[in-house]
Each structure stands twice: as structure tokens, then as C-alpha cells.
């Protein structure tokens, strides 16, 4: 059974770092492509970075590019998002993805 828990969001000042986690079970993340979106509220849901079965990175999108880095750890099955530089426009609900699954979500904050 394909699952996927993210974790590690919360409050952080402008300017500060967080560090995503997605850990999978019942699938091994290196032969997938996974993805990290995320979506404000009254916003549509938004591609952050995608990293492919083979480890390619796919260019990030503008809004993120220079802040946000996707990794993974094949032996922890786990699929991470560095974000530095947080910024008031980057609040919102992040979610790991592998087509056509996704995990619950985590909230990231980012206030004064």
C-alpha cells in the first residue's frame, strides 16, 4: 500500500529555514518521479520541485528558484524540501506527491 507522510512544517520568521520531509512505504522513491506543491489559501495548488527516478532535478519555478532544494534518501525512502530564505508569499499547505498519490500535507507559517 502506497503512503506518503510529510512532516517537518511550522512557524518560522521571514528570512528563516525549513527542511520537509516525505516518507514513503510501499514503494522504493528512487524508481519514481516525486514532487513537492503546495497551496494557499484561496489559491490554486502550485508545483514546487520535482525530482525525477534517475535524480534529475527538474527546473524549479520561478517563485522558489535559489530557495528551495529537493533531495532524496534512497535508503530512508524519504524525499526531502530545503527551503531557505522563507518569505510571506510562501505560507501554505506542502504536500509530497507520486502520481496519482499524495500525503496529508504539512503547514508552513512564516510570520514575525
Known amino acids: 500500500q502506497v503512503q506518503l507522510a510529510e512532516s517537518g512544517g511550522g512557524l518560522v520568521q521571514p528570512g528563516g529555514s525549513l527542511r520537509l520531509s516525505c516518507t514513503a512505504s510501499?514503494?522504493?522513491?528512487?524508481?519514481?518521479?516525486m514532487r513537492w506543491y503546495r497551496q494557499a489559501p484561496g489559491k490554486e495548488r502550485e508545483w514546487g520541485a520535482a525530482?525525477?527516478?534517475?535524480?534529475?532535478?527538474?527546473p524549479y519555478p520561478d517563485s522558489v528558484k535559489g530557495r528551495f532544494t529537493i533531495s532524496r534518501d534512497n535508503a530512508k525512502t524519504t524525499v526531502y524540501l530545503q527551503m531557505h530564505d522563507l518569505r510571506p508569499e510562501d505560507p501554505a499547505v506542502y504536500y509530497c506527491?507520486?502520481?496519482?498519490?499524495w500525503g496529508q500535507g504539512t503547514q508552513v507559517t512564516v510570520s514575525s
Open positions: 510501499g514503494f522504493t522513491v528512487s524508481t519514481y518521479s
Open positions: 506527491t507520486r502520481t496519482p498519490y
Open positions: 525530482i525525477g527516478a534517475t535524480g534529475d532535478v527538474a
